[in-house]
């Protein structure tokens, strides 16, 4: 990816060429989106050349924080390479490789709306790497689930 389309995406905020800032960058890279996008994880994935060893990534995680200053903030006080979770939940994209996927960069993928408290690694100061995320709450996420588990015994009620 060439610095114009990094600065075009307003997350290039490391210019030297030092492994942390390159960790860093990888990092936003990786799971940073503005507050507000909709993204496609499809088209942002290929945009940003998000691959694993030249095959498509199985699941990629986008954070909603724009310029990632709230998920920079967690990692400020951090020097030695520590696991921290957050204390408040994060608008999230989940993005899972579709199994008839195409090779990279066609990459397909199933993508999900989440919120919940995310899990990441922070090194020097800056966040180098997302370990996962917890679902906060009751969320819209769980609907599909309720109602597997609700329209079986639905029938069985009226019989
Ligand atoms: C998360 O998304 C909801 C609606 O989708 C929005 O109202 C809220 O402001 C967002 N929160 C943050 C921190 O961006
Ligand atoms: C996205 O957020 C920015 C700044 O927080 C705001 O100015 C803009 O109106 C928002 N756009 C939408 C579609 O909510
Ligand atoms: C980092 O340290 C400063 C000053 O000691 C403090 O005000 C701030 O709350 C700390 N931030 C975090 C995320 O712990």
Request: with cysteine.
């Amino acid at each position: 990816m060439s610095p114009a389309s990094l600065l075009t995406l307003g997350i290039l905020i490391c210019f030297s060429a030092t492994s942390q800032c390159q960790d860093l960058n990888s990092f936003l890279k990786k799971h940073i989106v503005q507050d507000n996008d909709s993204i496609v994880c499809d088209e942002i994935i290929k945009a940003r050349n998000i691959i694993l060893n030249n095959n498509c990534k199985s699941k990629n995680t986008f954070i909603h924080d724009t310029d990632g200053h709230r998920v920079k903030a967690m990692c400020a006080n951090i020097t030695k390479s520590t696991k921290v979770a957050s204390d408040i939940p994060f608008n999230l994209t989940d993005c899972i490789l579709k199994s008839e996927s195409l090779p990279p960069p066609n990459c397909a993928y199933n993508q999900k709306n989440e919120k919940g408290k995310i899990y990441i690694t922070c090194e020097n100061h800056y966040p180098v790497h997302f370990d996962k995320f917890l679902l906060s709450g009751f969320g819209v996420s769980w609907t599909p689930a309720i109602l597997m588990v609700v329209i079986p015994i639905l029938p069985s009620l009226f019989l």
